[in-house]
């Protein structure tokens, strides 16, 4: 079993944020593979079926973005995933809009909902794919992130989108390695 993690804030007050496009990502795979309805499990919700033949679970916690972790954890526990078995698709501030980073492990780089995948887990070392959603010019970066993209930056999000679906597929059929080297490149 695969898990795919997309991290955001439940509710409809945050569909659409900057702190979402992890969820909007794998809330698109889900719809994209036609997996049966998502279903309420591990303080989040849940999507299982296959991908390629591969067995997937897709989960969206819905226990907000800083506390992502104990979701994740109830999952990973439940289908006795890996570590290696693991992707976490987050927003990143630090990259620029729509732009997409995949790594094999590391920091959480400020980005809460990992901080708290990885204090739960005890463990860095498992796959995410960051989307880029840019750094407010000035502000709190907390207001920013809860805010929806700008219409020049949704155009380039709503592109970016199925790129990032592709790159999760990518890891799922090939590997964090081959992920990395076709979707890390400069574009």
């Not at 309420?40 to 296959?50: I, M, R, Y």
């Amino acid at each position: 079993m695969k898990l795919v993690v997309g991290l955001g804030n439940p509710g409809r007050e945050y569909a659409q944020t900057r702190h979402n496009i992890g969820a909007e990502v794998v809330s698109g795979l889900a719809k994209r593979w036609k997996l049966p309805a998502w279903r309420k499990k591990f303080s989040g919700l849940l999507a299982e079926g296959e991908f390629e033949g591969i067995r997937i679970g897709l989960l969206l916690p819905q226990t907000y973005m800083n506390c992502s972790g104990r979701s994740v954890l109830a999952a990973m526990q439940f289908f006795r995933c890996e570590a290696g078995d693991l992707l976490v698709v987050s927003d990143d501030l630090d990259l620029p809009v729509a732009k997409l980073r995949i790594r094999a492990s590391g920091s959480a780089g400020g980005q809460k909902g990992l901080a708290d995948v990885i204090r739960s887990l005890g463990t860095n070392e498992f796959a995410r794919l960051r989307f880029g959603i840019g750094r407010p010019a000035r502000g709190s970066a907390t207001d920013f992130v809860l805010e929806r993209f700008a219409p020049p930056e949704r155009e380039q999000v709503d592109a970016a989108v199925p790129r990032a679906m592709e790159a999760v597929e990518c890891f799922l059929r090939s590997g964090i390695d081959a992920a990395m080297n076709q979707y890390n490149r400069a574009d």
